[in-house]
């Protein structure tokens, strides 16, 4: 609950409340000194319906419940403007660059005025970007120039002390803080000159929250103008309710701005991606550096300890007001630590759980698929980590653990394994090292998985300083790889230095083989061979696969499981490559309307199917909307185009046929997300012409049709000729609830394969198990457990200039993009791995129900079988309902126990013994046997030193003999790589040497040595 000052009062307000408005005035003057009131600030209070008067703003109370309407803003405590408002009611101008425009969200009238007229979007408005007290463009850089006008001087100058820009952010809408904001002054409007950057200035007043309402402010400037210009760099969305400038000391009239000149239209320099990147590199670190300090200033520490750790702080802080320089070119990633001063805030961070009784590393762990940014610690000073997997043969499933490194410097550790089939470096799994990338509607997520290098024996990873690495350990078990069993092994993470941590891990693979072919189609609209991709050019990472990286994204769908990859966009009137007809001549047909020309060239088409043999579909975005009523001269849905136009499709499935892929599995999409009467009718045109002609394409539409429509003669048409019905899962089902579900089940009776895509959020915006892993457990629920489904996502490479591995920069729009893109690779992401683990999920309840039915069909009664069809009845709506991140994860073990309790291979395939070679099985159970005889301290002392006489023994070393100098040789020393390596000898006894080399680093002896 909010604690009213001491001196806070309400005011009931009634007309014949005569001193209303005076006390008003005394409640801004003299009941909220700065020291009273934390981090709140009214933003709006309308009074003009009641008294007739406009009132500006009042600033620093807590909470005030006048008339009902409130704001809450967050701003830090000692933040108090310099001076006046000079741009109250002041006129001004927005200027766009890039691709930004008008937003129907929140445009109205009053966009002319609602930048300076003192007033705010009120709190329970928490969404500013779709109120119409706001001002908004979508995407670009945006200027607002506020003409402050002659003043009382008549020349036009003024003072100018600091600013306020009042925004908002929300993850879901994909809307974020904006990356820069630089603030210009001018004279006369046409020579601009760098006042500062709002976004790393106001971080010296609190960082803002990670989505909410924030004023970027700062009373720091020291400028002079008549024209004030805020540039932001949209972050997919730019909105304001309230723009301030504040008037500064006399003095600063009487010199120029001292930052660089931007002429006349600075916007423009913001679209420069070398411009902006400096500035945007810069921001992050100050707004991490405040967010470190909050961090500090939370933890138990003595008033010395915190002193001196911010002031060790506040010493970086003038360098991280500064621009960045660095490489930012398409292979740069924005992920942290950003450089050597971001790593020092984050060290300082460490030393603060140092010094707050953390050890140095420990072992953590939180559901694998929450988000992890770098502030985030280990609950409790403890160290008891444990994991655990438990899966099929011939499946994939992930578990992670965080490690943390509180010392000073960053650290390098090898990852092995021990007591696991495989050895210390298993076949079966990768370990991948989570990264912190900076996201475009989020501070950070350790979201992309990068795989770990291998060293002898196991994996390498760093772990920067202040910060806990997350890793993710990736199981892909193979038909027999490990074998079934249970197995009790440990993670070793040996850090440099000698620091060691082990984390137990069982591994229980089970006897149950999971199906290679899954029930589940899955495609994410790839788009890699669609339209003119191949020739786009490689540089600045703007949309789509760049041509260095397509055959690594074949690849990785391949690995991932993807089965069904799309080609997009085709169009058949403009002569793209697919299905490949380049010419406009007309289509000519023999009298058995076969086609005689043109004559169409299938060298593309073969190509992508050539590429992806594993496929099970071949998904095709034949889009028509460029000319749906016209093709080559004809009228679409005449006799004379049923003719021609099926001559070709023909002539197609002919070829399909010779080079052996089964026309069949050609899935064609005609028109995206139809839900017009002219898209829907039209539609149903091209489907029929098609199907006339090759009735073994199969047909799909994305639906959203409106629950107004669901019985449109023509709606029902469409969904009759289509073979799978995929449905927008947010908006064309979600949204209608039980009615969508009965609608879309005649579908489903009817034969249809049903399913969902989903196309309206990014990684940036949601998590990953509502909306990525979850889509397959809903896909069960349209599909009622059906053989096959369908699941498909937008989209595997639409970034709209807003590239996975740098969000930083801005200016763009929502970026789609799943999995990390890069000039030559592609890296997978929690939210790419969910969508399979979601696929599997529905291959356990499918085996599940079609187990429990073949033992019906057998005779088989009892109870296990009543429980597990339960199970299958009841537990994917407890999932769907579910808010706990764990939710698929223990419905999906609940369905495997029951799998194994009902599988007889399964409960003859649980090993009492490990799988072993008849020698090792034997010193396994005398292991065992000893094990059985030390239940003390005293009984393992007693073998220790039973052991220690044994060896020395059997080396003749009892006695041992007198001890001699060792005369150390050390020679040859040679610098290598961040380490030294050289010669080394010492006399073990008198005349006999021990020779080898000693590699060692800058800080302590390398484990690798």
């Not at 399909?656 to 997300?673: K, N, T």
Request: charged residues 25%.
């Amino acid at each position: 609950m909010i604690q009213k000052p001491e001196n806070y009062r309400e005011i009931a307000y009634s007309p014949e409340n005569t001193t209303f408005f005076s006390t008003l005035v005394q409640l801004r003057c003299y009941l909220t000194p700065p020291q009273t009131v934390p981090k709140y600030i009214l933003a709006s209070v309308r009074i003009r319906e009641m008294i007739g008067y406009r009132m500006r703003p009042l600033r620093r109370v807590l909470v005030v419940m006048l008339l009902g309407v409130a704001a809450s803003q967050t701003v830090a405590d000692d933040w108090s403007p310099p001076g006046r408002n000079l741009a109250l009611n002041k006129p001004y101008e927005i200027v766009t660059a890039g691709k930004s425009g008008p937003s129907g969200w929140s445009e109205d009238k009053g966009d002319a005025v609602q930048l300076t007229d003192g007033e705010y979007v009120p709190a329970k408005k928490s969404l500013m970007h779709v109120s119409n007290a706001a001002v908004g463009r979508f995407g670009g850089t945006v200027g607002v120039i506020i003409d402050l006008g002659a003043g009382e001087s008549g020349d036009g100058v003024y003072s100018i002390g600091g600013v306020s820009y009042s925004t908002s952010s929300n993850a879901l809408s994909g809307i974020g803080w904006p990356p820069v904001i630089l603030v210009m002054v001018s004279d006369d409007g046409e020579d601009y000159r760098l006042a500062g950057e709002l976004v790393s200035l106001s971080a010296e007043f609190g960082p803002p929250p990670e989505e909410g309402r924030h004023r970027f402010v700062t009373d720091k400037l020291q400028a002079r103008g008549r024209f004030v210009q805020l540039v932001i760099q949209a972050s997919v969305y730019m909105s304001s309710d309230e723009i301030e400038v504040y008037e500064g000391k006399p003095e600063f009239r009487a010199r120029s701005t001292a930052g660089m000149s931007l002429g006349a239209k600075p916007v423009k320099y913001l679209q420069d991606h070398d411009h902006v990147m400096p500035l945007a590199v810069s921001a992050r670190i100050a707004t991490d550096l405040a967010r470190v300090r909050q961090q500090i200033e939370g933890l138990s520490l003595s008033t010395v300890q915190q002193a001196q750790l911010v002031a060790e702080l506040e010493r970086l802080r003038p360098l991280a007001l500064k621009p960045q320089p660095g490489k930012y070119g398409p292979e740069y990633r924005a992920v942290a630590p950003l450089n050597a001063l971001h790593a020092k805030v984050f060290a300082v961070l460490g030393k603060a759980y140092m010094a707050a009784g953390y050890p140095a590393h420990q072992a953590w762990t939180v559901n694998r698929w929450a988000r992890l940014t770098p502030f985030d610690a280990p609950p409790a000073k403890s160290d008891d980590a444990a994991l655990s997997v438990h899966l099929m043969r011939n499946e994939r499933r992930g578990e992670a653990v965080n490690l943390t490194n509180y010392s000073r410097v960053e650290r390098k550790a090898k990852v092995s394994f021990s007591g696991l089939p495989g050895g210390s470096r298993p076949p079966y799994l990768t370990v991948r090292q989570a990264e912190y990338v900076a996201m475009s509607t989020r501070f950070w997520d350790a979201d992309p998985l990068p795989v770990a290098d291998t060293i002898g024996g196991g994996w390498r990873i760093d772990v920067p300083a202040g910060l806990s690495r997350q890793l993710w350990l990736d199981f892909r078990t193979e038909d027999n790889a490990p074998k079934p069993g249970t197995y009790n092994g440990t993670m070793h993470v040996s850090f440099v230095g000698g620091d060691r941590v082990n984390v137990p891990l069982t591994l229980k693979v089970s006897a149950i083989k999971m199906p290679t072919e899954k029930a589940v189609i899955s495609g994410v609209w790839d788009g890699l061979h669609g339209g003119r991709r191949r020739d786009r050019p490689v540089g600045i990472l703007k949309n789509g696969v760049p041509a260095t990286c397509v055959q690594p994204a074949i690849e990785h769908m391949r690995q991932s499981g993807i089965t069904a990859p799309w080609v997009i966009p085709v169009w058949w009137e403009f002569n793209d490559a697919w299905p490949a007809w380049q010419t406009r001549e007309p289509v000519v047909c023999d009298a058995q309307g076969n086609l005689v020309s043109p004559t169409p060239d299938y060298s593309a088409f073969d190509e992508w199917i050539a590429s992806r043999p594993e496929a099970q579909y071949y998904a095709m975005y034949c889009q028509i909307t460029g000319s749906p009523t016209k093709w080559r001269g004809l009228e679409v849905g005449t006799a004379e185009f049923n003719k021609k136009f099926g001559a070709l499709m023909k002539h197609w499935a002919a070829h399909m046929r010779q080079i052996g892929l089964d026309p069949s599995r050609v899935v064609i999409i005609v028109w995206d997300e139809p839900n017009k009467p002219e898209q829907v009718r039209y539609t149903n045109v091209w489907v029929k012409a098609i199907k006339a002609a090759v009735p073994e394409f199969k047909f799909f539409v994305d639906s959203i049709v409106e629950r107004k429509d669901y019985n449109d003669p023509d709606v029902m048409q469409m969904f009759d000729l289509m073979d799978i019905i995929v449905v927008g899962r947010w908006y064309g089902f979600k949204n209608y609830g039980q009615a969508a579900i009965k609608y879309y089940d005649q579908w489903r009776r009817k034969g249809k394969i049903m399913g969902f895509y989903s196309c309206s959020h990014n990684p940036s915006e949601v998590e990953s198990i509502d909306y990525y892993r979850k889509q397959q457990w809903d896909c069960w629920r349209i599909n009622d457990g059906g053989a096959m489904s369908w699941t498909g996502f937008w989209n595997y490479a639409d970034f709209r200039g807003t590239p996975p591995w740098n969000q930083l920069a801005g200016g763009g729009r929502r970026s789609y993009a799943i999995p990390y893109i890069g000039l030559d690779s592609v890296t997978d992401s929690k939210h790419w791995l969910a969508i399979f683990e979601g696929v599997n999920d529905y291959q356990y309840l499918l085996m599940l129900k079609n187990r429990v039915k073949a033992l019906r069909d057998a005779g088989r009664k009892d109870d296990r079988i009543a429980a597990a069809q339960k199970l299958v009845d009841e537990l994917p709506q407890q999932v769907l309902k579910s808010k706990n991140l764990d939710a698929c994860d223990q419905a999906r073990l609940q369905v495997l126990d029951a799998l194994e309790a009902l599988d007889d291979d399964a409960q003859a395939a649980a090993p009492t013994k490990p799988d072993l070679p008849d020698n090792e099985l034997q010193a396994f159970e005398k292991l065992q046997a000893l094990e059985a005889t030390l239940t003390d301290q005293a009984a393992w002392q007693k073998r220790v030193q039973a052991n220690r006489t044994m060896m020395l023994t059997a080396m003749g070393l009892s006695p041992l003999q007198a001890r001699t100098l060792l005369n150390v040789i050390r020679h040859s020393r040679r610098e290598m790589d961040g380490y030294t390596v050289e010669n080394v000898a010492f006399e073990s006894e008198p005349g006999v040497f021990v020779a080898g080399k000693w590699a060692k680093t800058g800080e302590a002896d390398a484990w690798w040595a």
